[in-house]
């Protein structure tokens, strides 16, 4: 595995896991079974011209799109084995990716070891609660011809919520065994200096130190640092965490604006 730090503001970080050499079982375990058919019969329905697949993809694509990128990140790194866990004698380093003018070499298994604590009660909670709703909505299941959709939604969100807490985990284990092997990319880092403008190392700290939060690249640039990196499955990530940090962004400054300006009147 290697994993990448994709700094989207000044105050938030994408963290994507690349396997490597993957294995292929001969004989492929049943969620894998079951993960292949449901990609399957949904990649069908999307293909669909018109009628209620059709509606259903397009309707899901959407709720996808509103999962926090952070739960993608997570998600791409694989669950912990049992054998790396328990073998002290596996020191197999992990590569970590990053422009070292945005994240300093000292703060990238700080960084790491946040995001791979900070959502973990967001998630046992939200996965307890899609195991409890399940068995709520599955007497939908006895409608004739129509697809039992809150209950497979429910399934989803618990194994998504259930591979973000595996992914934190894996991650939690290899900065508390020093097992991450730092790897600065000149490449990417040049990419963000273009992308900023920015030349003078002054000019950076200020940016990188500001009291507010900035975005760093836009859902614009997604493509361009996938082609850097040369891994085209990050470019809708960095699109998907670009956008929600974007939106957060602005929802904030609306805020702040708005609580200034009740401050303001009760001065009066």
């Not at 328990?86 to 990053?98: F, G, K, L, P």
Request: hydrophobic share 40%; glycine share 4%; with cysteine.
């Amino acid at each position: 595995m290697r994993l990448y730090l994709i700094p989207i503001s000044t105050r938030r970080t994408l963290i994507y896991g690349q396997r490597l050499n993957k294995i292929t079982h001969s004989q492929p375990s049943l969620a894998d079974k079951a993960s292949a058919r449901a990609a399957k019969v949904w990649l069908s329905w999307e293909n669909g011209k018109a009628g209620w697949q059709r509606s259903i993809t397009d309707a899901g694509n959407k709720l996808f799109n509103r999962i926090p990128y952070e739960e993608w990140g997570l998600k791409s790194i694989p669950p912990l084995s049992a054998r790396r866990r328990q073998d002290e004698a596996d020191r197999a380093m992990v590569e970590v990716v990053y422009p070292p003018s945005i994240i300093p070499q000292q703060q990238v298994p700080a960084i790491i070891k946040q995001l791979a604590t900070e959502r973990n009660d967001v998630h046992r909670s939200r996965l307890v609660w899609s195991l409890v709703g399940m068995p709520i909505v599955a007497p939908f299941a006895l409608v004739p011809l129509v697809p039992n959709i809150p209950f497979f939604y429910l399934l989803y969100r618990a194994f998504s919520h259930w591979k973000a807490l595996a992914g934190a985990k894996h991650l939690e284990f290899l900065v508390n065994k020093n097992l991450l092997e730092l790897s600065p990319m000149t490449a990417l880092d040049a990419l963000y200096r273009g992308k900023l403008n920015i030349d003078r190392e002054e000019s950076l700290k200020e940016l990188l130190h500001d009291s507010g939060e900035v975005m760093l690249i836009s859902s614009s640039d997604a493509k361009d640092i996938a082609t850097t990196i040369n891994l085209p499955a990050l470019a809708i990530e960095c699109e998907r965490a670009c956008a929600q940090v974007e939106k957060a962004i602005s929802r904030e400054t609306i805020k702040a604006q708005s609580d200034l300006k009740t401050e303001s009147e009760k001065d009066r």
